[in-house]
């Protein structure tokens, strides 16, 4: 039977893991090379990577770095961050990415998502949805987060696999960081909505919020940063826990 | 040890070559003839859309060349697909190694499956030492039917061919460069198969 995944993110600044930075020498987090390898060990069904300055300081993802991390993991790898062509592409694969997430770029260029799928098929293609909630609706963010469109977020997720996205990586800005949770109402909409898997992210602080992810929110599979890095919670726990809740994981 | 990834357009040619590299091999990665013939081991490996890879292929006359391979040969994913008879992935003709056609998952469930799936019925040495309901990593929206040159069974929607092998070709629809250590011990497996 299929299982849930549990996810790890890698947020990459400078070469570094960033999440956190305010409260804790980044020595301490890691560096994605040696903290990809490790998740891989303890049983994480994919690892994200996503280049968080890239959009913001008009970078490319930092293509050595991506090579090294595929390079010590023996499990799926998705590269995000400033992506916006088909040559960005080519080069993450060429250094060993399995997919790739866009986010601003297809946004901006919704026709990208048709051209990444039909070069690479979609399950390459994975359309990262920042979100937030504004007067109880939720509308579509760019640029890491910095900018609110007016473009509803279920539209966007339904346009999205329509135009060929393999799957959904729903952020929402309100709960990111918060540790309060994720947002279940829009991560179980846009699974209802669209015929294509759906990560939740942002707000995982229990290991309850990754069971409620996966159950109320509908989600394929749930995302988790910084309770990783600071091993709040560790992924082997984790997944028994779920598994004793009735959640099908690998274990 | 001589192993060669086939290169051509619808590759995760790197993820493969890494994986060779974790297990201690240094893989060849070309799309020419003699360079694929002289290989011990051949790998296929494959991401991408079903008619677009197979007129790659034609146009660089490497259908006939894998066809015709005698040394183990281990197709991956959409290389599975492209070594069964037909796809209905643009409605398009194979290599027909293995007599399989090969359908879109129905829309009952979310399509392209991806993730972390149990395989089982597994009867052949490229499975030593694997258990029963091991799992491993899918990642696609297209599925071979069983038959009888199934070595391992799958269930999303309805049971399909996890694993095929016929004679000296091998064809996985999972990701063993991607399947953890399970994956691992099913690559080292395979390149112990005799040559």
């Not at chain 2, 399947?179 to 395979?190: H, P, T, Y």
Request: proline residues 3%.
């Amino acid at each position: 039977m299929l299982t849930k995944r549990i996810i790890p993110c890698l947020d990459v600044k400078d070469g570094k893991t960033v999440k956190g930075i305010n409260f804790v020498d980044i020595k301490t987090v890691g560096d994605p090379v040696e903290l990809g390898a490790l998740y891989a060990k303890m049983g994480a069904d994919e690892l994200v990577f996503l280049d968080i300055t890239a959009t913001n300081e008009k970078r490319k993802t930092l293509s050595d770095l991506v090579a090294r991390v595929a390079q010590n993991i023996n499990i799926p790898f998705c590269v995000g961050g400033g992506i916006s062509s088909v040559e960005d592409v080519r080069v993450l694969l060429g250094c060993g990415a399995d997919k790739i997430s866009v986010n601003t770029a297809a946004v901006k260029n919704p026709q990208l998502l048709t051209e990444l799928a039909g070069e690479f098929g979609s399950q390459c293609v994975v359309i990262a949805i920042d979100v937030k909630q504004v007067d109880g609706e939720w509308f579509v963010c760019t640029h890491g987060g910095q900018v609110v469109t007016d473009i509803k977020a279920l539209d966007w997720a339904i346009e999205a696999v329509r135009l060929g996205a393999g799957e959904i990586l729903v952020t929402s800005m309100n709960h990111d960081g918060t540790k309060n949770g994720f947002a279940l109402d829009i991560t179980r909409a846009m699974s209802e909505a669209v015929n294509v898997p759906v990560i939740a992210s942002g707000g995982a602080g229990t290991m309850e919020h990754f069971a409620e992810a996966l159950t109320e929110g509908k989600a394929d599979a749930a995302l988790g940063a910084s309770v990783f890095h600071y091993k709040e919670i560790e992924i082997p726990a984790l997944k028994q826990f779920l598994k004793e809740k009735g959640i099908e994981v690998r274990l | 040890m001589n192993i060669v990834i086939i290169k051509y357009n619808a590759g995760n040619v790197q993820s493969v070559y890494y994986a060779l590299e974790r297990l201690g091999y240094t893989a060849t990665v070309s799309d020419e003839p003699a360079v694929i013939r002289s290989a011990d081991y051949v790998i296929f490996p494959g991401v991408g859309e079903a008619a677009s890879a197979m007129k790659y292929l034609q146009e660089k006359g490497l259908d006939s060349v894998i066809r015709s391979l005698t040394q183990p040969v281990l197709g991956i994913c959409l290389g599975l697909q492209l070594m069964c008879s037909h796809s209905e992935e643009g409605n398009v003709d194979c290599l027909g190694i293995f007599p399989q056609r090969v359908k879109r998952f129905p829309n009952t469930e979310k399509v392209p499956q991806i993730g972390w799936n149990d395989i089982f019925e597994l009867h052949n040495p490229v499975f030593k030492g694997i258990k029963e309901h091991s799992y491993v990593y899918f990642v696609h929206g297209y599925y071979a039917e069983l038959g009888e040159n199934t070595i391992a069974t799958t269930y999303y929607t309805q049971n399909y061919s996890a694993a095929l092998c016929k004679e000296n070709f091998y064809a996985m629809q999972f990701h063993p460069e991607k399947s953890g250590d399970i994956g691992e011990q099913i690559l080292r497996n395979f390149l112990e198969l005799k040559n």
